[in-house]
């Protein structure tokens, strides 16, 4: 043990296992202690859990810097990056992780997000609609840079997870598009590429799986780690795509 480790405090994790590929397995949480090291992050806990006492927990992880978007938790009941969230965070060092529901599990802390997003990149046909042909010749036509800049925005999301995770009707709904689903469909209605009209988004998401599911309580915009305008976009295509009813 390192001379910063032993005085680092002594941290509890509670963690839930469960692999529902093995018919004797059961879920259940586990113990585990550890010693806090400075600037320690779930990731580094659940690294060092798994080298010195579990070599069976399973858990994502890519980038260890909030870009991947693999390591989504839920962590003393919110959902998180464990990349991105401290222990010193827990000021009683009780730490209980469970895995994000919403999701297809694949082994205690490990889900499948990609496939609910692969999913959902083809229920709302998340790719540019247009009859135009491209001459590669030319230069392409210019777009506002204010209408750019705002699409910019809501393409940055890395399918984490969280919003969908935080989000009511995603967990009473399993078909609901989801947050996520629904800034994918704000990002293609504002971009002059896609020649996509109102009515066609209404034949889309114009239900209750859609954005007229979505109760705005908020949750997804509270903990989307890159701070999406969720609930802002879900408000306005809505307003928009009531006039098609
Ligand atoms: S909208 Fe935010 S919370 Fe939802 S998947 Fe994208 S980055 Fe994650
Ligand atoms: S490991 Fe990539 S976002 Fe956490």
């Keep these: 043990m390192s001379k910063n480790e032993s005085k680092g405090r002594e941290l509890l994790f509670s963690i839930l296992k469960y692999n529902p590929r093995d018919p004797e397995s059961k879920p259940a949480f586990v113990e585990y202690r550890l010693t806090e090291t400075p ?12 080298d010195s006492l579990d070599a069976d ?18 962590i003393n009941g919110k959902p998180l990056l464990a990349c991105r969230t401290l222990t010193a965070d827990y000021a009683d060092g009780k730490i209980q992780i ?4 919403a999701f297809e599990l694949i082994k205690d802390l490990s889900v499948n997000t990609g496939k609910w997003m692969e ?6 046909e998340s790719w540019i609609h247009s009859n135009e042909v491209h001459d590669i010749t030319k ?5 506002d840079p204010d209408v750019a800049d705002e699409t910019f925005e809501l393409d940055r ?57 979505c109760m705005s309580l908020l949750a997804c915009e509270d903990h989307c780690p890159k701070h999406l305008p969720l609930q802002e976009k ?6 928009k795509l009531v006039a098609q009813r």
Aim: proline fraction near 6%; charge should be neutral; hydrophobic fraction near 40%.
């Design 39 to 50: 600037g320690m992050t779930l990731f580094i806990a659940l690294n060092k859990i798994r």
């Design 57 to 74: 927990l399973s858990f994502d992880f890519v980038c260890r810097a909030g870009i991947c978007g693999s390591c989504g938790m839920v």
């Design 98 to 101: 469970m895995p994000m529901p």
């Design 119 to 124: 999913a959902m990149s083809k229920r709302v």
């Design 139 to 143: 230069l392409e036509e210019p777009i």
């Design 157 to 213: 999301c890395i399918e984490c997870g969280l919003c969908v995770t935080s989000c009511g009707t995603a967990l009473m709904r399993p078909n609901f598009v989801g947050p996520a689903g629904l800034n994918r469909v704000a990002r293609f209605q504002m971009d002059p590429h896609d020649k996509r009209t109102d009515a066609d988004f209404y034949e889309l998401v114009g239900d209750d799986d859609g954005i007229f599911g």
């Design 234 to 239: 879900i408000a306005y295509m809505r307003r």
